[in-house]
């Protein structure tokens, strides 16, 4: 296996492939993924090579809720490197209750084009 090859776990459906994935030249794609059981695990190989993202679900401060932390979400993926970052920025938010599912608490969140939304309402305590 080349160093650059990178094992991956399949999360498109329940199947799960253990996966590996290698940039190769001599593959008309540029890529080889071996071990997919179909084409969309050889697709997701290749975005996790060369442009892994990931879904962030997290919670803020929430004031005066009727709890103390409201579940939140960003509304896309984001480059998987941009989670620190943007978890520095979250940590940093307070909301103020009632707050309605779906409000938008961060807009465009990092450059990234994705919002921070709520994940539930909440009312005020
Ligand atoms: S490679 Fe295909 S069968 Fe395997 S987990 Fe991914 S989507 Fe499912």
Redesign the pocket.
């Given at each position: 296996m080349s160093s650059e090859a990178k094992e991956i776990i399949?999360i498109?459906?329940p199947?799960?492939?253990r996966m590996t994935a290698v940039r190769d030249k001599n593959s008309p794609s540029g890529f080889l993924v071996s071990e997919?059981?179909?084409k969309?695990?050889e697709a997701?190989g290749i975005e996790e090579l060369t442009n892994p993202t990931r879904v962030l679900t997290t919670t803020v401060k929430i004031n005066p809720g009727i709890y103390n932390r409201l579940p939140v979400r960003i509304n896309g993926s984001i480059p998987k490197n941009k989670i620190f970052p943007c978890m520095k920025v979250i940590n940093k938010v307070e909301v103020k209750a009632p707050i309605k599912i779906g409000s938008v608490i961060i807009e465009n969140i990092l450059n990234t084009g994705c919002d921070l939304i709520a994940s539930r309402s909440m009312k005020a305590s």
């Open positions: 399949c498109i459906c199947v799960g492939c997919n059981q179909c969309k695990g997701y």
